[in-house]
Structures are given as C-alpha cells and as structure tokens.
C-alpha cells in the first residue's frame, strides 16, 4: 500500500509551494499524487502536481503537471516549482520523471528543458487515454534524471500536511 510523506511547505525564497492535498491512486486511474498550489507570499499564482510511480496513465501524462495563472506567466515560476519537488520523488526510490506537453507549448518546453529533462521524441496518444479525450493527440515526452537530487527526509503519515482524497 503507498504511504504519502507529510510534507511541509517547499520554498526556494521567491515561491513557497503549500501542499493542498494527497490524492491516492484507485485502479484504472493515474498515480497517487501530492498536488501543491504555488503562491508568491499569500498570493497563489499556479499549481504543481507530482505523480509518484509509473504506469501507462503516467506514461502518456507525465509525473509532473504544472500551471501558472496567466499575470504571473513569462517568470520561470513553473521551473521553480519544478525544481522543488524532486527530493519527494526521490524520498519515494524514483531517479527520473517522465514530464509531458503538447507539441506546440513552446512555454511548457522552455520550462522542461531549463530543469534540464532530455527530450525523448513525440508520442501519439492512444484513443482510450483521457488525454485523447481532451482533443490532444500527441505528446513531446521528456525524462529528467533526478539521481542528483538528495532523496527528502520527511515522516510517513496519512494526510501529509494537505487533506487525504478518498
């Protein structure tokens, strides 16, 4: 059974990344994920969710998500966030993350290059996945070695910091 970390809130001194909550995985479904909102001191200018573990639904949409609200776009807070959360991947044994966008989302590919993911090639969406769902039929598909990152050292708990989604 996975156990999420109780997780306090990260910061890198420009943005502080609060944890919202701990979603688990049900079958048939993504992966469990800590979804974390992104706030300049009170304000919240995005979010940012972290997949734990691999699957087909992970495969196709990635471990990382992230969003940032439009007035705070063009600042590199979303490469921030992402450079936050690795020590929480590595806490859970993971040395990479798959980190997906479509194809013409030339602000999400900075982001992923700047963190430094490697570009693994394009990827056409099968027709059962959510994604295709959503109209999107292809996927640039990267992988970031997180080996580097020092795994975080947090204490195993049920609602790590956020509230747990049953």
Same mark, same amino acid.
């Given at each position: 059974?996975?156990?999420?970390?109780?997780?306090?809130?990260? =910061? *890198?001194?420009?943005?502080?990344?609060?944890?919202?909550?701990?979603?688990?995985?049900?079958?048939?479904?993504?992966?469990?994920?800590?979804?974390?909102?992104?706030?300049?001191?009170? =304000?919240? @200018?995005?979010? +940012?969710?972290?997949?734990?573990? =691999?699957?087909?639904?992970?495969?196709?949409?990635?471990?990382?998500?992230?969003?940032?609200?439009?007035?705070?776009?063009?600042?590199?807070?979303?490469?921030?966030?992402?450079?936050?959360?690795?020590?929480?991947?590595?806490?859970?044994?993971?040395?990479?993350?798959? @980190? =997906?966008?479509?194809? *013409?989302?030339?602000?999400?590919?900075?982001?992923?290059?700047?963190?430094?993911?490697?570009?693994?090639?394009?990827?056409? +969406?099968?027709?059962?996945?959510?994604?295709? *769902?959503?109209? @999107?039929?292809?996927?640039?598909?990267?992988?970031?070695?997180?080996?580097?990152?020092?795994?975080?050292?947090?204490?195993?708990?049920?609602?790590?910091?956020?509230?747990?989604?049953?």
């Amino acid at each position: 059974m996975f156990t999420f970390f109780s997780v306090p809130s990260l =910061t *890198d001194g420009v943005i502080t990344l609060r944890l919202e909550e701990c979603v688990p995985m049900k079958a048939g479904e993504w992966a469990p994920s800590y979804n974390f909102l992104n706030y300049i001191g009170n =304000t919240p @200018i995005g979010h +940012i969710h972290l997949r734990i573990g =691999t699957n087909e639904f992970v495969y196709y949409g990635g471990n990382i998500g992230y969003g940032v609200r439009e007035p705070y776009r063009g600042h590199g807070y979303a490469a921030r966030a992402c450079l936050l959360v690795p020590p929480i991947a590595r806490a859970h044994g993971m040395e990479e993350l798959i @980190i =997906t966008c479509a194809p *013409d989302n030339v602000a999400s590919i900075r982001t992923i290059e700047h963190i430094g993911a490697k570009f693994e090639g394009v990827v056409s +969406i099968p027709r059962w996945s959510e994604l295709r *769902d959503r109209g @999107i039929k292809f996927i640039n598909r990267y992988v970031w070695d997180i080996s580097d990152f020092e795994p975080g050292v947090y204490g195993e708990t049920g609602k790590a910091g956020g509230t747990v989604r049953r």
